[in-house]
């Protein structure tokens, strides 16, 4: 039989702090907590407890463990109603001011998020969400509708999206920054496109898919857009999580798909796509560690599902 070493080519190394780049399989042994640890990459999806509500077109922020999702369509409606996750289950809780689908949405956590624009009317209305309630705050220089968001309630960034009917005569390649009070026009995108994913911070993003570029993706450096690798999968209606080098792209349509893409800062890479196909859903968490919510099938879903990428492992006596 093999060793260890005969296979990944080292001993398990005893160190006093984790390493930064390990690979798949390596193993190592930290002496300053007194913990066997391990590193490997899973790349799957897992069915999680569902949304309380079925609905397509909502908004969505936070973490794998730690999440909210709101508005949204349940069907021929449209909804305000703000939904809770705690890692375990969904918990409904205090709905938005403005009820609207097609949103925009981002947030660090169940405790902090920001919802932007939406339909019917192509509303410029901006909330903030403090872990209990919604306030209103400064809108949006242009009202607008499916566009690719990311950040925090206090920073973050709104790429594209649709500023009337019809489209795509109405797409748009607006940019603009949130700084915690204010909205600010930055530089457009190339493309102008909506139904688009982004992923990152203010300062270092990306923004991809979408109708008007279903393939494409950009890069934002904190001043400008560049054009870099496409997806493999061109889509409308994405969803999509992580940073401008580490990022995941999942659903949309059409046709309705459940593939699943990882970025590694040059290129996209087709991993295991999600168990339930769909457009229009929600997502928060990072590469490693992604939580999708709702959708359109159709019809639409109350799905929940949690992604697991490359993670640190501890290793247990049992």
Same mark, same amino acid.
């Given at each position: 039989?093999?060793?260890?070493?005969e296979?990944?080519?080292?001993?398990?190394?005893?160190?006093?702090s984790?390493?930064?780049?390990?690979?798949n399989?390596?193993?190592?042994?930290n002496?300053?907590?007194n913990v066997l640890k391990?590193?490997?990459?899973v790349?799957?999806?897992?069915?999680t407890?569902? &949304?309380?509500?079925?609905?397509?077109?909502?908004?969505?922020?936070?973490?794998?463990t730690? %999440?909210?999702a709101?508005?949204?369509?349940?069907?021929?409606?449209?909804?305000?109603?703000t939904?809770?996750?705690?890692g375990?289950?969904?918990t409904?809780?205090?709905?938005?001011?403005?009820?609207?689908?097609?949103?925009?949405?981002?947030?660090?956590?169940n405790?902090?998020?920001?919802?932007?624009g939406?339909y019917?009317?192509?509303?410029?209305?901006t909330e903030s969400?403090n872990? @209990?309630?919604?306030s209103?705050?400064n809108?949006?220089?242009?009202?607008?509708?499916?566009m690719?968001?990311?950040?925090t309630?206090?920073?973050?960034?709104?790429a594209g999206?649709? @500023?009337?009917?019809?489209?795509?005569?109405?797409?748009t390649?607006?940019t603009?920054?949130?700084?915690?009070?204010?909205?600010?026009?930055?530089?457009?995108?190339?493309?102008a496109?909506?139904?688009l994913?982004? %992923?990152?911070?203010?300062? $270092?993003?990306?923004?991809?898919g979408g109708?008007?570029?279903?393939?494409? *993706?950009? *890069?934002?450096?904190?001043t400008?857009?560049?054009?870099?690798?496409?997806?493999?999968?061109g889509?409308?209606?994405? %969803?999509?999580?992580?940073?401008?080098t580490?990022?995941?792209?999942f659903?949309?349509?059409?046709?309705?798909?459940? $593939?699943?893409?990882?970025?590694?800062?040059?290129?996209?890479?087709e991993?295991?796509?999600?168990n339930?196909?769909r457009?229009?859903?929600g997502? $928060?968490?990072?590469q490693?560690?992604? &939580?999708?919510?709702?959708?359109?099938?159709?019809p639409?879903?109350?799905?929940?599902?949690?992604?697991?990428?490359?993670?640190?492992?501890?290793?247990?006596?049992?």
């Open positions: 039989m093999a060793t260890y070493k296979i990944y080519g080292s001993t398990i190394e005893v160190v006093t984790d390493p930064e780049n390990p690979i399989g390596q193993v190592w042994y002496s300053t907590s391990g590193y490997k990459i790349n799957s999806w897992a069915t407890n569902s &949304l309380n509500t079925a609905r397509a077109y909502l908004g969505g922020g936070g973490t794998q730690s %999440a909210l709101f508005g949204g369509e349940p069907g021929t409606a449209t909804t305000a109603e939904e809770s996750w705690n375990t289950n969904w409904e809780v205090n709905d938005m001011n403005s009820t609207r689908r097609n949103v925009g949405g981002c947030g660090a956590d405790t902090n998020a920001l919802v932007m939406g019917p009317s192509f509303v410029a209305i969400w872990g @209990t309630s919604w209103e705050v809108d949006l220089n242009t009202g607008k509708r499916n690719g968001v990311t950040g309630n206090t920073a973050s960034l709104v999206g649709a @500023t009337g009917l019809p489209t795509p005569a109405n797409l390649a607006q603009e920054n949130w700084n915690g009070t204010s909205w600010t026009e930055v530089n457009d995108l190339n493309t496109r909506s139904e994913a982004a %992923a990152g911070t203010t300062t $270092a993003a990306i923004a991809f109708d008007g570029g279903p393939s494409l *993706n950009e *890069n934002w450096n904190g400008s857009w560049t054009e870099v690798n496409d997806l493999n999968t889509r409308n209606y994405i %969803a999509g999580s992580g940073t401008s580490l990022g995941l792209a659903g949309g349509t059409p046709p309705t798909t459940g $593939a699943t893409e990882e970025w590694n800062g040059t290129s996209w890479t991993v295991n796509d999600l339930t196909a457009s229009a859903l997502g $928060a968490g990072t490693a560690a992604t &939580l999708a919510f709702g959708g359109e099938t159709p639409v879903t109350v799905a929940s599902e949690a992604w697991n990428g490359a993670g640190t492992f501890t290793f247990t006596d049992s």
